[in-house]
Each structure stands twice: as structure tokens, then as C-alpha cells.
């Protein structure tokens, strides 16, 4: 069974920083590519970011030069750093994995 747990949100004012995890289990973590999205207030999932297994990584236009994923193959845990934060980055963040997602972790931006 596919599990992921989300952690590291908090409230943070306009140009800060945060970093989320997502720990995996339940699969063979190595072998598959690992997203993040995000769902803000009354709006639709959007989706953030996404690394291969082999490490390449993409982003939406919303947060390109801002956020940063990464993966610890040896942890099974994957990260995302978000650095300048915008009032607009307030929202659920989700780790996901072939439509799969966890609890998720609120992240407000706010002054």
C-alpha cells in the first residue's frame, strides 16, 4: 500500500522560505518519479513540481527560479524548497505518486 506523509508547512511571511518532505513507503520509491501539487482555498489541484528517478526535475511556470525538488533515494523522502514565497503560494501541499496522495501540509503565506 502506497503511503506518503507530508511534513514542514507552517506560516511564513511574503518572501520567505520553507522546505516540505513527503516520506514514502509502500513501493519501490527508486524506481519511480515523485510530484508535488498544491490546492488552494475553493480552487482545483495544481501541480508544482515533478523529479524523475534519475534525478531530472520540472516546474510549473508559477514557481520556476523559486522552488526546488529533490529526492534522498536513501531516506525515501522527497523535498521541496520554496524560497521567496508569494501570498498566492498559500495552499495544501501534496506529494503524489500515480494519482496517489497524502495528507498533505498547509503552507500560509502571510504578513
Known amino acids: 500500500e502506497v503511503q506518503l506523509v507530508e511534513s514542514g508547512g507552517g506560516l511564513v511571511q511574503p518572501g520567505g522560505s520553507l522546505r516540505l518532505s513527503c516520506a514514502a513507503s509502500g513501493f519501490t520509491f527508486t524506481s519511480y518519479a515523485m510530484s508535488w501539487a498544491r490546492q488552494a482555498p475553493g480552487k482545483g489541484q495544481e501541480w508544482v513540481s515533478r523529479?524523475?528517478?534519475?534525478?531530472?526535475?520540472t516546474y510549473a511556470d508559477s514557481v520556476k527560479g523559486r522552488f526546488t525538488i529533490s529526492r534522498d533515494n536513501a531516506k525515501n523522502t522527497v523535498y521541496l524548497q520554496m524560497t521567496s514565497l508569494k501570498p498566492e503560494d498559500t495552499a495544501v501541499y501534496y506529494c503524489?505518486?500515480?494519482?496517489?496522495r497524502g495528507q498533505g501540509t498547509q503552507v500560509t503565506v502571510s504578513s
Open positions: 523529479i524523475n528517478s534519475g534525478g531530472i526535475t
Open positions: 503524489t505518486i500515480n494519482g496517489a
